[in-house]
């Protein structure tokens, strides 16, 4: 069965750079790697996805291995605001292949 | 103006009752979503619609019924409610990507319901 796996919590300090790696070892081909920020009270937030290598936005970078057996999102540069929990999410629902597996979250705490 | 809507946002009931939540997405998405967010805070997919098609139905009691009147509506329908439906219920949309592939989701904010 499909599993992700990541930290369970994780501290820093404002202006660092964070970085979170989930493990998904049992990733199909045709999985996408999803991540999401989830504030208390309200519901999970789309950070950013990718398929493999590289993908960068305008909040975060998400670096992918050739085996994609893991992702790992890098939050440049964190402040307060960014304390939350993060998921990752390994799935699709694209054909036959339609699955959904989130992690238990990784609760970050950002530090004055 | 909410893109993902929920209601109710809160629910209280007692063991043995029928409750429905409502959700309502005005992003013109073809693809909802029901989710389960237990006191640990884990995130489970209960189903999905695409265009009214259930395309994910996990394993979970048959006491849960989504229904899906049309493409902008996701409804969950729950039965003899027990006191481990006590959770949080998060509604979400997303867009049909390209080749069906996952695309970003958009939730709602969640309805607690509580069960005693």
């Known amino acids: 069965l499909a599993k992700t796996t990541q930290p369970i919590s994780m501290d820093s300090y404002e202006g660092q750079e964070v970085n979170i790696t989930c493990s998904h070892n049992n990733i199909a081909t045709n999985d996408y790697i999803t991540w999401y920020q989830q504030f208390p009270s309200q519901g999970p937030r789309f950070i950013i996805q990718g398929y493999k290598t590289k993908v960068t936005n305008e909040v975060a970078s998400l670096f992918i291995p050739a085996d994609r057996k893991s992702s790992t999102l890098s939050l440049p540069r964190v402040s307060l605001s960014d304390t939350a929990v993060y998921y990752c999410?390994?799935?699709?629902?694209?054909?036959?292949?339609?699955?959904?597996?989130w992690g238990l979250g990784t609760s970050l705490a950002v530090n004055p | 103006d909410t893109a993902v809507s929920q209601t109710p946002k809160y629910l209280v009931t007692q063991m043995g009752n029928d409750k429905s939540i409502k959700c309502e997405q005005n992003l013109g998405h073809d693809t909802m979503y029901w989710y389960k967010q237990d006191s640990k805070k884990f995130l489970k997919i209960m189903f999905s619609y695409n265009n009214k098609e259930l395309i994910i139905n996990e394993t979970v009691p048959n006491r849960f019924s989504p229904k899906s009147p049309d493409k902008a509506h996701l409804n969950l329908h729950i039965n003899s409610l027990e006191l481990g439906d006590s959770a949080v219920y998060f509604c979400a949309s997303s867009p049909l990507a390209r080749d069906r592939v996952l695309s970003e989701a958009f939730f709602g904010q969640g309805t607690r319901l509580t069960v005693v």
């Open positions: 999410l390994v799935g699709d629902i694209g054909g036959n292949n339609r699955k959904l597996i």
